[in-house]
């Protein structure tokens, strides 16, 4: 079973930069898409960005212009560009594939933004 750990999260002023990473204990080529969603208090989990296999994109209408996600097959890693944060980034956010058309199913643990103005 492929497992998904992310990193790169912190704590930053708004207007600043993060890359979050997606790093897969196995070959990422084993799903069709990738994804980074978030989570912030109270709030339902929410897609950020999406990446398939063949490198299509996807993103969020709060993240598109700031953020970019892009892929390393060769290090088996997802990453997630975080330009120009805004306080209402903060949440957790979680790395998660999918394989066919199916729903997402495989989910890392998280790794916390927090961004303050």
């Known amino acids: 079973q492929v497992q998904l750990v992310e990193s790169g999260g912190g704590s930053v002023q708004a207007g600043r930069s993060l890359r979050l990473s997606c790093a897969a204990s196995?070959?990422?080529?084993?799903?069709?898409?990738v994804g980074w969603y978030r989570q912030a208090p109270g709030n339902q989990r929410e897609p950020v960005a999406t990446i398939t296999i063949m490198g299509s994109t996807n993103y969020a209408n709060a993240v598109k212009g700031r953020f970019t996600i892009s892929k390393d097959t060769a290090k088996n890693t997802v990453y997630l560009q975080m330009n120009n944060l805004k306080p209402e980034d903060t949440a957790l956010y979680f790395c998660?594939?999918?394989?066919?058309?199916?729903?997402?199913?495989?989910w890392g643990q998280g790794t916390q933004v927090t961004v303050s103005s």
């Open positions: 196995g070959s990422i080529f084993s799903f069709t898409a």
């Open positions: 998660a594939a999918r394989r066919g058309l199916g729903d997402y199913n495989v």
